[in-house]
């Protein structure tokens, strides 16, 4: 019997450490001529994650699609949304007129408690946004005549996901977050509980068991095809990006 083609190369996971070793080099190199203070120039460089999207364009190529069905210029990225009018992706592969792949790629360093939250409301508001513009086939050519839906005239039901739409080939989605490996980042967190308690598995959970939660709910619900939590050490002394380390669950 003939072997399936693997979908990833074989040097997939080295690709991956490549791109984590990018990032933190990145991230060390616009911190060095810093201007706001903080990790915040880092953070608006726009370039840190340039690594996980040459590895997009990569693994395209290995499946055979041509260069320029995969997308990552700012202005090739955007997509009509739904309940907003778009939303710029970090890479977007279109295939002959077709939105085959949408990818964003996130990193927190730090602050932890601060952008949590806010991680979490973003990636879930952005499938919830992109399915339903899919719903209402807002990927079609360009232009294609959209008719403004209503809530009542929207078909339904009017939900996220995309195994009970009417595309029988819906768009891959994928989701990252590269969190720095760190005791922070590791150490339970309290919750708070003032009218109602939360689940049990986020008790005590550390921010990485929580965006570990996170990535799983993501695909278990098939908002996204994909949702992947990399933990990478800064290094010593700030000087090189440490090992990618699988993720532990907390043993109670």
């Not at 990833?8 to 001529?33: E, I």
């Not at 929207?154 to 009417?166: E, H, K, S, Y």
């Not at 550390?206 to 095809?225: D, F, H, K, T, V």
Request: net charge positive; with cysteine.
């Amino acid at each position: 019997m003939k072997e399936s083609p693997s979908l990833l190369p074989d040097d997939f996971d080295s690709r991956v450490a490549n791109a984590v070793m990018t990032f933190w080099s990145t991230r060390r190199g616009s911190s060095s001529g810093k201007t706001q203070g903080g990790s915040r120039d880092a953070v608006i460089s726009g370039k840190n994650m340039d690594g996980f999207i040459e590895l997009v364009r990569q693994v395209a190529a290995h499946c055979g699609l041509p260069t320029e069905s995969v997308h990552t210029r700012r202005r090739d990225v955007v997509l009509p949304g739904y309940f907003r009018p778009t939303k710029n992706w970090d890479v977007l592969v279109i295939h002959q007129g077709r939105l085959l792949a949408a990818f964003e790629f996130k990193s927190q360093v730090g602050s932890f408690g601060n952008n949590f939250n806010n991680r979490s409301e973003e990636v879930i508001g952005v499938a919830a946004d992109l399915w339903a513009a899919n719903r209402q086939n807002a990927f079609q050519p360009y232009g294609f005549s959209h008719q403004s839906p209503t809530i009542a005239s929207a078909p339904g039901p009017p939900l996220l996901n995309p195994m009970i739409q009417d595309d029988p080939r819906p768009p891959f989605l994928a989701w990252l977050m590269l969190l720095e490996d760190c005791p922070k980042s590791r150490s339970p967190v309290k919750v708070d509980e003032s009218h109602f308690s939360v689940f049990p598995e986020f008790k005590g959970a550390s921010y990485a068991e929580r965006y570990r939660i996170l990535c799983e709910r993501l695909m278990n619900r098939q908002l996204y095809g994909a949702a992947a939590l990399v933990l990478s050490e800064s290094g010593e002394g700030g000087k090189s990006g440490g090992p990618i380390r699988p993720f532990q669950r907390r043993q109670d």
